[in-house]
Each structure stands twice: as structure tokens, then as C-alpha cells.
């Protein structure tokens, strides 16, 4: 592989271009015969997540050794992660730091995308998005058709004009059933993650850095049943002993919001709103069942208490609050979709508990030129599991 590092300086907000300015990174790879072929630019899920690093020996992420018989491939880390202009801790005043978060949505992303393309000369591009990716992708549709080839979306077709609590509520259902298909795969866990939970009541059960990890964190593991190979991560887990050096220390590193990306609590629930304020969406429609004692795992739901629970998102406590009122303007338009000609096609996994199909599916119904491939035969993460498989026919599907 050929990699070429590229860094660019572009505003804050591309509304105000003599503003402040932020630098985004990306990085060019190309295989050794493979410097002039078109751009696949890749869109990696989050928010707040920076590209995958690639490596040749084993060749990753998965679908990159695909992905370089078309195309140059572009890793762009998206504002405030990796080598951009990170997002780190918050200063002394909350309003600012929320204020000038708004800038670091997917509306910001496209924008900094086109600064790019411009950058390096090339007259179309085509994308790969990944989850909020893919987000970002129909974002793209709606803003700069022209520029793009054609669109790969990878459990990432998001819902347009949805309020964000009918979106919340929905990963509920789909929680609850990949909860019943857990615990009949595992049936002895049942009594094990009650164990567990009755435990961490009793303030027994600790993080490596000695805090108490509350019921209502350790059920976030849940998260880890929306992906391939997430179910025998839970189950593994729960086998430790909750005092033992290798639980405390797997169970940290199973929870969904750290500090190590901030951006990804702080921006998550914003991430759904296609318009208008979320406002802590999954504290107000969690249903009766997964509220007090309950036994019933949850995946990517964002609570106010997040930020109380976990004591590396303590000090952004009052951005996120201040983020959860702030109304925020509409990212997609159903006419400018049906009228896009460009060539699409996306992957909908069927049990997906982050971006629900049925959701995806009235998405797809608006792009004339998207082809669908709905499967049950992969969770949220395909593309890392098999990416091979999963790009080579998306590209098959896009191009006829």
C-alpha cells in the first residue's frame, strides 16, 4: 500500500470562512499499480470516532483489500477526531464549548469533505458510510449530488423526518428481542446477570480506577448485541467473577461512552435529529420494562445520567445538557432525494438495534437510484466481519 498523508485548513463554520479555522485530516492509501484510480472515500460511524488504521499483514479493516482494486481510498477523521483538530477537555465556559459543537455534525462533516475534494483535484468522488457514516452520506445526496459517483451504505440509511423519540423508541423493540434471543442461546446467564446487577446495587461490583459501576451502566453491555460476535462477548464476561482483575477490567471496556471519545456521548443523540431538540430521548420513552430493576440489557442509548455514571464524562455534564435543548436545523430533504440521480446501494441488516430497517427501508424508498440488499445474515457490524463479501456486492448493486 501507498499512503499519503493529508491535512487541510478549513473554518469552524463554513458559514463564517474568515471565523476560526480547525484542521481535518485524511489519509490516502492506494495499492502499488493503483495511484490514478478514483476516490472511495470511507465515512466511519460515531459520531466522535476517528478512521480505521490500516495495516497490510493481516490486510484491515476488512473490505480495504476490495476496496483497492477500484479505488484510491480516503480515511477521513472527521472533525475533532484523530490527527483533526481534536475535541478535548471542556474549557471553563459550557455555552461556548456547546455553541461551538454545533459545528461538528454531519452537515460540518460534508462540508470539510468538499474542502477536500477540491483539495485534491478530483471532480467526483464516490463514498462508503459506515453507520452515522452513512448519515452523513444522505446528507451528502441532499447537498452536493454532483460531486459523487456513486453512494455505499453500510447499516447506515438513516430515518428523514423522524421525530428522534419515535427513533429511540423503536431500538427499544429491537433491544428486546435480541435480549429473548440472547438468553435463549445462553439460558444460564439469566441467573448470572441477576447476580451481577443485585451486586452492583450493593456497590460490590468496581471499574479498574475503583469507582462503583451502577445497575444501570453495566446494563449498557447490551450494546455489544447489535454486532456479530457481540452475544459471546456478554456471555464471556459474565462467566469472570465480578471481583476478578479480568472482569473489571473487560467490563470498562464493554461500555459505550468513555472519555477516550468524548464527542461520541456528548454528540450521539444529535446524530438522530433530523430537526429540533432531543432532549434526553431515551429518558423520556424508555419503556416500563427496561426502567428500575430490570434485567434487560440497553445498547446505544444516551441517558442524562451517562454523564453522572461514568466519571470520565463528568466534566462534560453541562455541554451535553445544554446540547440536549438546542434546536437543531434539518439535515435531509425528501425532494432533493427523489430527484437525486446517482447510483446507491445499501445493506440493511435486518435486526439492526441502532439504525432500524423499517426506518431504512421508507429511506430507500425515497432514492430512485438506490438498490437494497436486506439480510438477517449479519448484525450492525458486517463490514468488519465480512467486508470483503459486503463491498464487493454493494459495488455489484450500485453498478447493475
Known amino acids: 500500500m501507498l499512503l499519503t498523508d493529508h491535512l487541510i485548513t478549513v473554518p469552524l463554520d463554513h458559514d463564517r470562512p474568515d471565523g476560526p479555522t480547525i484542521e481535518v485530516y485524511a489519509r490516502e492509501i492506494a495499492a502499488a499499480d493503483g495511484r490514478d484510480r478514483p476516490f472511495l472515500v470511507y465515512l466511519q460511524g460515531g459520531p466522535g470516532h476517528e478512521a480505521p488504521r490500516p495495516s497490510a499483514r493481516p490486510m484491515a479493516p476488512a473490505w480495504l483489500e ?76 441532499c447537498v452536493a449530488p454532483d460531486s459523487l459517483r456513486e453512494v455505499l451504505f453500510t447499516g447506515g440509511l438513516p430515518p428523514v423526518g423522524r421525530p428522534v423519540d419515535d427513533v429511540y423508541s423503536a431500538t427499544f423493540d429491537a433491544m428486546r428481542v435480541l435480549n429473548r434471543r440472547y438468553h435463549r442461546r445462553y439460558p444460564q446467564d439469566a441467573a448470572r446477570l441477576r447476580e451481577l446487577l443485585d451486586r452492583c446495587d450493593a456497590g460490590e461490583v468496581r471499574a479498574p480506577d ?18 456479530d460476535g ?30 477516550r471519545n468524548p464527542l461520541y456521548a456528548v454528540l450521539h443523540e444529535s446524530s438522530y435529529a433530523d430537526g429540533g431538540a432531543t432532549r434526553w430521548s431515551s429518558d423520556r420513552v424508555q419503556p416500563d420494562d427496561f426502567a428500575g430493576d430490570s434485567l434487560l440489557l440497553t445498547a446505544e442509548h444516551l441517558y442524562s445520567w451517562h454523564f453522572e455514571d461514568t466519571p470520565s464524562l463528568r466534566p462534560y455534564r453541562d455541554v451535553a445538557a445544554i446540547l440536549a435543548e438546542h434546536e437543531w436545523p434539518r439535515l435531509y430533504d425528501a425532494e432533493v432525494l427523489a430527484r437525486v440521480d446517482v447510483p446507491c446501494a445499501a445493506i440493511i441488516y435486518a435486526d ?49
Not at 458510510?129 to 451528502?140: A, E, N, P, R
Not at 459501576?213 to 447489535?226: D, E
Not at 462477548?233 to 470498562?252: N, Q
Open 230 to 259: 457481540g452475544a459471546e462477548k456478554v456471555h464471556h464476561v459474565l462467566e469472570l467473577g465480578h471481583a476478578s482483575p479480568g472482569f473489571r477490567h473487560d467490563v470498562a471496556a464493554m461500555l459505550p461512552f468513555d472519555a
Open 66 to 141: 476490495r476496496a483497492l482494486r477500484d479505488f484510491r481510498v480516503i480515511m477521513l477523521d472527521q472533525r475533532g477526531t484523530g490527527r483533526s483538530t481534536p475535541y478535548g477537555a471542556p474549557g471553563p465556559d459550557a455555552a461556548a464549548d456547546a455553541e461551538r459543537l454545533t459545528h461538528f455534525r454531519a452537515d460540518a462533516i460534508v462540508r470539510d469533505a468538499e474542502c477536500l475534494r477540491e483539495h485534491l483535484g478530483a471532480r467526483r468522488w464516490s463514498l462508503l458510510g459506515q453507520s452515522f457514516g452513512g448519515y452523513c452520506s444522505l446528507h451528502y445526496l
Open 352 to 400: 439492526d438495534p441502532y439504525v432500524i430497517r423499517r426506518y431504512s427501508e421508507e429511506t430507500a424508498d425515497l432514492l430512485p437510484g438506490l438498490r437494497r440488499w436486506l439480510t438477517d445474515e449479519y448484525l450492525h457490524n458486517g463490514l468488519r466481519t465480512a467486508g470483503h463479501h459486503v463491498l464487493d456486492r454493494l459495488l455489484t448493486l450500485a453498478r447493475d
Open 210 to 227: 475503583g469507582h462503583p459501576i451502577s445497575r444501570r451502566l453495566m446494563r449498557t453491555i447490551g450494546h455489544h448485541l447489535g454486532a
